[in-house]
């Protein structure tokens, strides 16, 4: 089973096919791994592996991955985690694709690395929109089961990172309007409908984004087949 270890974090990958890399970010929140794709309308292992080199990964304590727990974690963590292992594989340049969390993933890798996002797939991203009780509580569902695992992680610990990954006003909680809007990687952005997927994040992406597409339908049965075929048109113009 192939891990990447970097002092005590161990993060579970998988690659799967050949050609241009594309590094593939789960939904789940805090949750983020590989298994959430199977269930997703578009599923990144059956739709490009076939032309592309595709990475996937559980996020830091989630699926199989482990790591260290303080009060101090924020979304730079992740980042180096998912830059760390593009290093171990030896991959310089690479399209991102992430659904849910994964657009926030998207931009800290184009605010740390843009020269080395070729382009980035958002699926449906989350954001602030009067939802952050929401995202609290998917945060203390997922750390519930983790604290037996922590034991010296306290109370305070586990608010400190809560309020570091969600309590910000910021458009994905991570980063301003004002650098989204500087944002020099070409995005297409799968639309999302619902209350940890607001519509009008999406949109506002579109509409700060210099070189950003909004694709309006994809999980409906019916629109599956188009949509699929836009994000690989989106990626082979720029490969």
């Given at each position: 089973m192939p891990f990447f270890e970097r002092g005590d974090i161990r993060i579970y990958y998988e690659t799967?096919?050949?050609?241009?890399?594309?590094?593939?970010?789960?939904?789940?929140?805090?949750?983020?791994?590989?298994?959430f794709w199977e269930n997703a309308p578009w599923n990144p292992v059956r739709q490009l592996a076939h032309r592309y080199q595709v990475i996937t990964m559980d996020q830091r304590n989630a699926g199989q991955s482990t790591a260290p727990i303080s009060g101090n974690n924020n979304w730079h963590d992740y980042r180096d985690d998912?830059?760390?292992l593009l290093d171990h594989l030896g991959i310089e340049r690479f399209h991102v694709a992430g659904m849910c969390i994964g657009g926030s993933f998207i931009m800290e890798l184009?605010?740390?690395?843009?020269?080395?996002?070729?382009?980035?797939v958002m699926l449906?991203?989350?954001g602030f929109e009067g939802n952050r009780q929401a995202y609290f509580d998917i945060f203390d569902s997922w750390a519930a089961e983790l604290k037996a695992a922590h034991?010296?992680?306290t109370d305070a610990d586990w608010t400190q990172f809560r309020q570091t990954m969600f309590g910000s006003v910021d458009l994905l909680f991570?980063?301003?309007?004002?650098?989204v809007a500087k944002c020099p990687v070409p995005l297409?952005?799968?639309?999302?409908?619902?209350?940890?997927?607001?519509?009008?994040?999406?949109?506002r992406i579109v509409e700060l984004v210099p070189q950003a597409a909004?694709?309006?339908h994809w999980k409906e049965p019916e629109h599956v087949a188009a949509a699929s075929a836009a994000v690989a048109d989106f990626l082979a113009k720029h490969s």
């Open positions: 799967d096919g050949e050609g241009f890399p594309v590094l593939a970010l789960a939904a789940g929140g805090m949750r983020s791994a590989m298994p998912q830059l760390a184009i605010a740390v690395a843009p020269e080395r996002v070729a382009s980035g449906q991203p989350i034991p010296t992680v991570n980063l301003t309007e004002d650098h297409l952005v799968l639309i999302g409908k619902d209350i940890y997927h607001p519509a009008a994040i999406s949109r909004l694709v309006e």
